[in-house]
């Protein structure tokens, strides 16, 4: 055979020791060891090698997990800390001061001013409105006392449990119902004003605003009890954990009704009563152009330029209206429906989810906040009654810190402040 021929490579001295496997077999036999129970040793021997390069690889693709999860923790502490120690009190005290002139300038305009019915019920709606929203703004500040809420006292862990989400949820659906109830409002005086004085009149809208305030109260009262109080870390403290539902498919399922309520379903009704406004007043708006167009040429020069500038007054309010109602249902949209989608899809209850989601989380959280101080911002922006109504607060203001500041400055210099404002206010548009 070939092998006879065969000489090996090492020395003399490493050929003792280190002997073939074809003499190791020979060995074995001789010395009475079968063969099959070497073979099977050296299988077992492999076996092992590969068992061990096996658990080399899974131990280090575990290090690189953790150190993928510890980056995914760092970045996600950055975006807590930017979004709620940041990002959130900025919203909530612009909320709470945007609101607190909101009530301020519509109770001064309301109490000064004879009103008409449908002043009345639009100044009802838009009170109520501010003031949800600014009690929305104070409930968010214990939110923001603990950010981390492991280690807790056991007050905080069951006002966290129990009764953040449902006072949070239900005013913020208040507020959501209370623009509808607008929105319906402002519906039926355009498309509908022959029944406006009996279907929208104050009595009817303040039962409406108690219903708006009711209904999510007693829609939210279940999430009272999703969640639990439970023992911190190591025992140290209290914090809070979702209760194991006995059928999560039927929680589930009235998730998906609470949000059809409080978000989906007015996100709906907005766009169509906007909608239906809007080409309203485009249909109207055209007919009055037809008539005016047919009145030209009975009427002389003079009238017919008063008309035109009375005429070019209406548009422009028209105009300022239906922007108004556009961006209010745009900015409802934007900052209400990434709430829904997160409720819809966020199951875990206290328990973190994965990166992505905590930053969904947070961008949704911070649109909702903002949107509790964007009304003033539209009203101050398309509404010039609302300027002004901001205007005299300001004034007032202005002339109560100088009534008080007698001891410092001559209430002369609180007279010529007035003065000005006074020159300032005649040449404002």
């Excluded at 050296?42 to 999860?69: F, G, K, P, R």
């Excluded at 000064?112 to 449908?118: E, L, S, T």
């Amino acid at each position: 055979m070939v092998t006879e021929n065969f000489e090996p490579l090492c020395d003399d001295s490493t050929s003792e020791h280190t002997p073939s496997s074809s003499s190791t077999l020979h060995q074995a036999t001789n010395e009475g060891v079968s063969p099959v129970y070497l073979a099977t040793e050296l299988i077992s021997d492999s076996q092992v090698m590969a068992e061990t390069t096996v658990n080399m690889y899974h131990n280090n693709t575990t290090v690189q997990q953790q150190h993928q999860e510890d980056a995914a923790a760092a970045h996600l502490a950055i975006v807590n800390d930017v979004a709620y120690r940041y990002l959130m009190p900025i919203f909530i005290t612009a909320g709470i001061l945007t609101n607190l002139l909101n009530v301020v300038m519509l109770g001064r305009m309301r109490h000064h001013q004879q009103q008409r019915q449908a002043q009345a019920t639009t100044f009802c709606y838009l009170m109520w409105l501010a003031l949800t929203d600014m009690l929305a703004s104070i409930a968010l500040v214990p939110a923001l006392v603990h950010v981390d809420r492991t280690h807790l006292s056991y007050g905080w862990a069951f006002y966290y449990a129990h009764l953040e989400l449902p006072t949070l949820n239900s005013l913020t659906s208040a507020s959501v119902y209370i623009v509808v109830g607008l929105s319906v409002d402002r519906y039926i005086a355009v498309c509908h004003p022959r029944r406006y004085q009996d279907v929208s009149a104050p009595r009817l809208a303040v039962i409406r605003i108690t219903l708006s305030l009711l209904v999510p109260a007693l829609i939210y009262i279940p999430h009272s009890f999703y969640l639990e109080v439970v023992s911190g870390e190591g025992g140290v403290g209290w914090t809070y954990e979702g209760v194991e539902m006995a059928t999560p498919g039927a929680w589930h399922a009235w998730e998906v009704v609470v949000e059809l309520c409080h978000r989906m379903a007015p996100a709906i009704l907005l766009v169509l009563l906007n909608c239906s406004i809007i080409y309203t007043f485009k249909k109207v708006t055209a007919r009055r152009k037809n008539i005016v167009t047919k009145n030209d040429s009975v009427n002389n020069s003079s009238s017919n330029a008063s008309k035109k500038s009375e005429e070019g007054g209406k548009s422009q309010q028209e105009r300022r209206l239906i922007y108004l109602l556009v961006t209010i249902v745009a900015t409802f949209l934007l900052t209400n429906l990434p709430a829904t989608v997160l409720a819809l899809i966020d199951t875990a209850g206290a328990t973190h989810g994965s990166f992505s989601l905590e930053v969904y989380r947070a961008v949704a959280n911070c649109l909702e906040v903002l949107s509790f101080s964007l009304n003033f911002v539209l009203y101050f922006i398309f509404v010039p009654g609302v300027r002004q109504g901001l205007q005299e607060a300001v004034k007032a203001v202005r002339v109560t810190l100088c009534g008080l500041v007698v001891n410092t400055v001559p209430s002369q210099s609180c007279f010529i402040s007035e003065n000005n404002t006074k020159n300032t206010d005649s040449t404002e548009v």
